[in-house]
Every structure is written in structure tokens, then in C-alpha cells.
């Protein structure tokens, strides 16, 4: 199997700070990442931000489609260079952010890719926009923010990314990375999680907006009660009693259910 590592250190020798790029070089963890993915049923991936194509390189091995979205021009020009032998293999040039569902493949998608930590929550949920095609996703993340994304109430981790998360997705972890295990070396921890879709309760998109909105609100103060953040909601204490809600329950008690009676509550 090519070594696109190293013939990228060869050739280039250098990551980019401004896209976050630190590159996966652990291959048992890359072997790992790739069959979380082809165990999928579509059988198709879009990867988010390859890199030098470590894990784009192990998923086409596995016999993947792969669809590469990369905003870096030169890696863009780097790896059709090496892949072309690989008929599954497409790249695209470009933001993810802006990617619309026009640019995607046909059919259910795998979503993946070691995502850019400043920008990981973003993508996140620009991939809920495409909620209808996504078989499931496999992202790895600073592991404080998977840590939070993964959180269960009445921990500290727990947040509104933690409920909005659990609104669309069942989320497990694959497992934690060491700084080591990438290159440059970071002192910063990862861990790759899962995601698989479940139903929305809102069918609705306004009213689901607007739910999301109501989660955000509940945990603007943290360790503030329920009532404290959402003073503004008139006759809040008969929207909690309605709802079943104590009245100084805090939004880190709270699970996506209750947020969602609570809503239906107002």
C-alpha cells in the first residue's frame, strides 16, 4: 500500500496551522476509523478534509466510493496524483461549509473525516443539513468537545451540544488518540465518535428551529436554574409545572425528552 504519509513529507515536508491540519499516522487507528465505515450499507463516504489521504487511501482499500472534500488547493492537486488508479476515488476543491446537497452523491452517504478542531462543531451541524442522506457518520474530535457532544445529564460535560446532538443522532465511542499519534505531534487528545440518525421528533422545520433555540437558551448561564435562563418566557412557572419539571431544575439535569415537553409546554 502506497505510503502517502511520507511521500507527502517528501514532497512537501510542511502542515498549514490555518486549516488545523495534523495527519494521522497510527495505521492500526486508521484501519480502525476505515472499517468503522465499511460496515456501512451505502458503501459510500464523504470525507471531510483528507489531508495527505492516509485514511482516504484505507477506505478505497476497503472498496469504499470515496468523495474527498478538501479546502486546501495543494493537497486537492496532491492526492488525484497517487489515487487515480482508484475508480471510486472523486475529490472536490473546496469549504465544506459550502458544500450544498447538489455537490453529494446520489443516495444514503457515510459522512467521515478528522475534523479541524476550531471549526468542528460547525460541521457538525452543517451535516445536519443533509440529515436525510446520512446512513452515519464517523468524526473524530478534540476529545473535550466529543466529551461534551457524548455527555449524558447531571455530568459537567453535559451542554446544549449534548442535547442538540442527541436530538438527531445515538453517538459511540470508537476510541481516544493520543497526541502522538499524529504528525506534527499536538499535545491535545482526540477521540473518534460515531453518529447514527434517529428519527426527528419535529416535522416541522420552524418549530424544530425554534426547539433548538429553546436548548440553546437553557444553558447560556450553566449553573444557573431552568427559570433563570428563560426568564423571558412568560408564566414560566406554570410552562415547568405543565411540563413536569421541577422549579429549580437546571437545563444540565434535563434530558432531550424533557426539552422537548418543555417546548411543548410554551
Known sequence: MLNLLDIYKNEVGYTKKKFGQHFLTSRHTIDDIAQSLADTECQQVVEIGPGCGVLTLAMLEKK????????????????PRYLFIYPKFRIINSDFMLIDESTLPEGK???AGNLPYNVSVDILMHCVKFFGKIEKMTFMF???????????????EY???SV??????????LKDIS???????TKVRSTVLEFYPVERYFKDEQREQEFLKLVRQSFVLKRKTLKNNLKSIENIDAVLDRAGLAQ??????MTTADFIRLFESI
Open 248 to 253: 429549580n431544575i437546571r437545563g444540565e439535569q
Open 142 to 156: 478534540q476529545k473535550e468537545v466529543a466529551d461534551r457532544i457524548n455527555a449524558k445529564p447531571n455530568c459537567k
Open 64 to 79: 469504499l466510493a470515496v468523495t474527498s472534500v478538501e479546502i486546501d488547493e495543494e493537497l486537492a492537486e496532491f492526492l
Open 109 to 111: 452517504i457515510a459522512f
Open 159 to 161: 451542554s446544549s451540544l
Open 179 to 185: 497526541g502522538g499519534q499524529f504528525w506534527p505531534n
Open 164 to 173: 442538540i446532538t442527541s436530538y438527531y443522532f445515538t453517538t459511540k465511542k
